[in-house]
């Protein structure tokens, strides 16, 4: 995509929280005037099916009480969600357009009535009369029930946006695009979800959403220890930061459940592996609320044996602005990613 005109503000409604980011761009640079947190009740999100709506309509009026701007947007992410690389012909993008309703019908196994499809040309290769294309489909009625809950707390979404691409978006301001012939697979763990995007020569060759994340620990140390909720999510808040741990046994079930995620995430790299026949990994990296936990680090890149680094999302943005308290950045940046890849998208838009 090509982008032009104002940031939008990126939104990140989560399963236990909401994240809000603003970027001002000028001059080339880009700088983060506005960050918000607002936590939400348990069982608010289930599986990707907002369950509490009023929650979360009223967390964003609190996270936009005193903003006049409210053109945003938002992410969709879970099982609602496909994305797929396939092989096509060479083509026009005006017979791209026609073709690719019934080559979704291929791919896609959802009624195409019942959701949106997106497509991106990622790589024409000519010599071959072929060409690699991202297909994305998602269910109407998870875009329409995220939108309305915007809308009704007085929001304007102009773009719903996917987890994998705007962690990609951070990543690249950060980092750059991968070099030619690179492979980086970038990791993101959030609460109830881990998103893996593999790139391949720049451009996306696989995704795959994982259905655990931090709530799995979380839930662990609660189960093994008898312990509220609340107090877990201390307990594993505790580990990440390095701080003293209230039950010994609490590093040694964060280790168990950092291998169990680890073990699925490599499960992913391998099926890649067996069906691209892209040459091995090259880095590897984590973002993502959980990521700060060295067990979790440790074990993905003992089973990949590849190294593994964190992302720091505000590589090469300033922070700047009374609207971003930074205890509560410091606090949350890892939160952030995706927050911050929505706050790149434009209010106006143009594919290329």
């Known amino acids: 995509m090509a982008s032009e005109g104002k940031n939008l503000i990126g939104v990140d409604i989560g399963s236990t929280s909401i994240k809000v980011c603003e970027i001002k761009e000028s001059g080339g640079k880009r700088k983060l005037i506005r960050f918000g947190f607002h936590p939400l009740p348990p069982e608010t999100i289930v599986d990707g099916h907002i369950i509490n709506s009023g929650a979360v309509v009223e967390g964003l009026e609190k996270l936009f009480h ?41 791919h896609i196994p959802f009624d195409l009535a019942e959701v949106h499809i997106d497509h991106q040309v990622l790589r024409r290769r000519e010599d071959e009369g072929q060409m690699d294309v991202l ?30 691409f705007t962690v990609q978006n951070v990543f690249e301001t950060g980092y750059g695009a991968p070099s030619p012939g690179e492979t980086v697979v970038l990791i993101h763990v959030g609460a109830s979800l881990t998103t893996v995007n593999i790139l ?26 008898g312990v509220p909720f609340e107090q877990a999510e201390e307990f ?50 984590l973002t993502g609320g959980s990521s700060n936990l060295p ?16 992302v720091p999302p505000l590589e090469k943005i300033a922070v700047e602005g009374k609207d971003v308290n930074p205890q509560l950045l410091q606090m949350r940046a890892a939160q952030l990613c995706v927050a911050l890849g929505l706050a790149m998208r434009k209010d106006r838009e143009r594919r290329t």
């Open 66 to 106: 005193k903003e006049k701007r409210r053109q945003v947007a938002l992410r969709a992410s879970g099982h609602s969600v496909i994305i797929k690389k396939i092989a096509m012909p060479l083509m026009t993008a005006a017979e791209l357009d026609e073709q690719i309703t019934w080559e979704a019908e291929q």
């Open 295 to 310: 067990q979790l680090m440790n074990a993905v890149g003992r089973r990949a044996r590849v190294g593994v680094e964190l």
């Open 200 to 225: 391949a020569d720049g451009t996306t060759a696989f995704t795959r959403d994982i259905a655990n994340g931090g709530n799995y620990i979380t839930e662990q140390i609660q189960k093994q220890l």
């Open 236 to 285: 594993k808040c505790q580990a990440s930061l390095g701080g003293p741990q209230a039950a010994p046994q609490v590093t040694s079930i964060i280790d168990t459940v950092c291998d169990s995620i680890a073990g699925e995430i490599q499960r992913s790299l391998d099926f890649f592996h067996a069906t691209s026949g892209e040459p091995e990994m090259h880095r590897i990296f």
């Open 135 to 164: 297909l994305v489909a998602a269910k109407k009625e998870e875009i329409a029930d995220l939108t309305n809950l915007a809308i009704e707390a007085r929001l304007k979404p102009l773009v719903v946006d996917l987890d994998a």
